[in-house]
């Protein structure tokens, strides 16, 4: 294999990977990506992680790339072989395909004499720069409970990272271990065709629909915003915190009516989940899913023993879906790089310890897009866009006291009690953060026309392509009026417009 001087060598090829490969392309070096699959996509060509009937929790404004924004005539909601197709169009525009070898699993990665060397089953070779953008969606997490290997012998378990079609349990007795995201989601599909389900929560969640009520927009559209972000800042965590259970309350109180178990008291200053799915409430009040907030106690033959408000309980089934979550697999990193980075894949908020998300202190000519629980089109393009610019001298690396600095804030993530759903949940000022970094962050001064669109309105990946190197702004401000328009907030366009 031969490469070129000022190489960069991207591990994976879902969409911070082909975010990578394009931001490299930008800055003028050459880019080599090893995919372990026999396609791009990731996660998102479906069978492991993602089921055929899977719909994006983000509207498509969420879901893009600064610069590539999705047809008009796009659904709002896109499932798997419309983001698969998406990704497709994104590699083809920017001429990415030849750039991505396939079947290439990198066994190590390590540094040695300014070089880092790339290993797969097939080849070995030297690159200057190193972006991983493998994800974290890697390996199935289960939980450790007794019994189950007994459950095993004679029943169907396995985790949502191999769902793919309900009909296999079809008129089956199932219970669904798990009740974030894909847990909702999994059971209401699943309660389509089966004869009884049973989904086991640690504690309840807020579940909102996609078109969030009452005026049925974009659930992203409507809480993404700088300016809540920034009122946000002005109190303490608790009060936001009480805010926000009062106001979900507000427009979701159906759930704890419907199902006591997903009760959330509107006082608690606690932080409480967020999921999305627009069926699992409907599913639970017609009787097709029956919650459980419970302890698992373990497994036998026959079925699964639990602990429900100190009874003990045994729903007998014929299958077990887990959906536990996932951890990362970074195993190919060199040993002194994984300690550098606390490198745990067990720890399933913070598996990996980096400088927002980006930097190690290890080396500056390594970097991760897309490797933390929580990450967004705009973060991942962000942190591709940041690395490749350090790489190519276009900006400084980071200096050693804010990459510390930085670091002991994600420690301090990682050790906080009760554990956060992400560990960014600001994505706003997250995302805002990276974008100064880089010079991308739009103007936010009131004499801008665009300053109440930006401020008020959503914010989306093209925000950042507004101003700053490899800007495209017009471009950006047409997707940003489509965006305004879907969340009915065209006066924001027009006000600074006078049309």
Partial sequence: MEITHNSVAIIGAGPSGLAACKSTLE????????????????????????????????????????????????????????????????????????YILYNREVKNLYKRRDKWTVVTEHESAEFDFVIIATGIFSKPHYPDIKGIEKFSIYHSVSHSHDYWRNYELSGKKVVVVGGSFSGAEIASDISKVAGEVHNIIKYPLWVAPRYFPPNNIPVDLCFYSRAASAFKKTREAKINNRARNQYFSGILEKQGKICPDLYIDPNSEAESYLIISDSYIADIESGKIFI??????????QGIIINERDEIKRINCDAVVFCTGFEPNLDFLYSSIADNIGYNPKNLLQPILLYKSTFSTYDPTIAFAGVYRGSYFAIMELQSRWAVMVFAGMLSP??????????????????????????????????????????????????????????????????????????????????????????????????????
Wanted: hydrophobic residues 35%; negative net charge.
């Fill in 27 to 98: 800055v003028g070096l050459s880019p080599t990506v090893f995919e372990k699959a026999s396609h791009l996509g990731g996660l998102w060509k479906g069978h492991q992680g993602i089921w055929d009937k899977m719909l994006t929790n983000l509207s498509k404004f969420s879901c893009s790339f600064s610069d590539f924004p999705w047809d008009d005539n796009s659904p709002m909601f896109p499932n798997q072989e419309e983001l698969l197709s998406y990704l497709l169009r994104y590699a083809d525009h920017f001429n990415l395909h030849s």
């Fill in 292 to 301: 459980h907030k419970a302890e698992i106690l373990e497994f036998d033959e």
């Fill in 398 to 499: 980071i200096d050693e006291e804010a990459l510390q600095k930085g670091i002991q804030e994600e420690i301090e993530i990682k050790n906080k009690r009760p554990t956060p759903q992400f560990p960014h949940p600001d994505y706003v000022s997250f995302a805002d953060s990276i974008a100064k970094e880089i010079g991308a962050l739009p103007n936010l001064e009131e004499s801008d026309p665009l300053y109440s669109a930006l401020w008020n309105g959503p914010l989306i990946p093209a925000h950042y392509r507004l101003c700053g190197p490899f800007s495209n702004p017009d471009l950006a401000k047409q997707t940003i009026k489509s965006a305004l328009i879907a969340c009915e907030r065209e006066n924001l366009w027009n006000d600074a417009f006078n049309k």
